[in-house]
């Protein structure tokens, strides 16, 4: 079984990294199709099968398919790249540097206080998900879903051409 993580974890790895790297945005949305699937699979061998199955199901399922959707409408292949990513070196190492804190905080905490949510013996995790976050998260559950919704309206307002009804003479 950790053969079987390694090698979802290297395909993840790689995945995430050619996501970044690939100059064509179509082939970047693709791998990060195989960095979703990877993830999923990771998630299942986790026994966490609800958060894989739900990653394969929104993100892949709808996320990316939006995302290709806009990436194919607004041809970004035919717009210019003016500067690289040199310019933005900064930010992203500062981005880096500010996740890798937070995973080593999440792995190793300062306080020593973990929050664990005891599982009843006739509860499955996929239960208990849904009481936690229909309970204790239910506000951010929803702004998530707003968050969600304006993303769709401003991809049909992005991806709208109106038409014009009257023809002049030049």
Known sequence: QSCVFFIFAGVLITSALMTIISRNSVRSALFLVLTFFSAAALWILLEAEFLGLILILVYVGAVMTLFLFVIMTLNLDKTEKQYGFVPYLVWAV????ILLALLI?????LTGNKILIPLA????????LGNVLYTQYAYPFEITGVLLLVGIIATIALSFREKRLNKAIS
């Open 105 to 109: 905080d999440a792995v190793f905490p």
């Open 121 to 128: 013996a006739n509860e499955s995790n996929t239960q208990a």
């Open 94 to 97: 500062l981005g880096v540097l």
